[in-house]
């Protein structure tokens, strides 16, 4: 044996830990590290006792100046916007999971299907914990074009819509082979991320800060799901990781 050689029994490295690491891995880690550092520092802004000056700021930017029951835009647009946010809606979400779930389970790939669903579920849980944890109440800076019951913080809207629509896509574009349509896939997901959380504040039933907080809630939950899911699943047949 050369001098060189240190044989099957050679202790390990401390690097050999980083060198099993991939890098989509790692590059979620800090994704899910950051998000919910942005998370945290977007709650302690909810518990303000006044509104934030971005946020109302941003909230006024919506509507005509010197009348913040009257929004921007023709009066088409509203309506619009309210066809977009129900894209985020309880029924909505609800129905395209299950369908998804349903289509999973006649496919014979059950465990991808309960990923999905615990994804998904758990999200709700996850919203509903954090609005109870924050307490903050909708914003009557404006008048509000649709009726909102609900806490304020996060905009379960904009968290809801990132954990599905993040899910289905991440699940899409790991299905095609060709990289146009993963990208095609994930930028719908953004897409309608984003346009859903956007409707919120426009609708002014949001505080700019819920929807990025609903945002930073749903990428962080979407991407441990992820995770959790990629290492749950790896080897296995039906594994789309």
């Keep these: ?28 880690g800090l994704l899910v590290v950051a998000a919910l ?5 977007l709650s302690e802004v909810a518990r303000l006792a006044s509104p934030n000056e971005i946020d ?14 009257n929004p921007i835009g023709p009066q088409w647009l509203e309506g619009m916007v309210r ?3 129900a894209l985020g809606s309880t029924a909505v979400l609800v129905l395209l999971t299950a369908l998804v779930i349903l289509f999973l389970l006649l496919a014979g790939k059950w465990q991808i299907a309960l990923f999905v669903l615990v994804s998904v579920g758990g999200g709700q849980i996850v919203s509903s914990l954090l609005k109870l ?12 074009l649709m009726t909102e019951s609900s806490l304020s913080f996060p905009s379960g809207h904009a968290m809801m819509s990132a954990v599905t629509y993040l899910t289905l896509g991440s699940l899409l574009a790991r299905i095609v082979p060709q990289r146009r349509l993963k990208v095609f896939f994930i930028g719908v997901a953004v897409l309608l991320t984003f346009l859903v959380g956007t409707s919120r ?18 990428f962080a939950w979407a991407l441990i799901c992820w995770l959790i899911a990629r290492w749950w699943l790896r080897g296995r047949d039906e594994a789309p990781w």
Excluded: Q
């Design 56 to 69: 109302v700021r941003i909230l006024l930017a919506f509507r005509e100046p010197g009348d913040t029951s």
């Design 83 to 85: 066809d977009i946010t």
């Design 1 to 28: 044996m050369s001098k060189h050689d240190n044989g099957p029994s050679a202790p390990r490295t401390r690097f050999d830990f980083f060198n099993r690491l991939e890098f989509p891995v790692l590059v979620a």
């Design 37 to 41: 550092y942005a998370l945290v520092e």
């Design 201 to 218: 504040v426009f609708l002014g039933v949001h505080w700019p800060s819920d929807v990025l907080g609903g945002w930073c809630a749903g």
């Design 133 to 144: 944890g924050i307490d903050r109440p909708r914003p009557e800076l404006v008048s509000h």
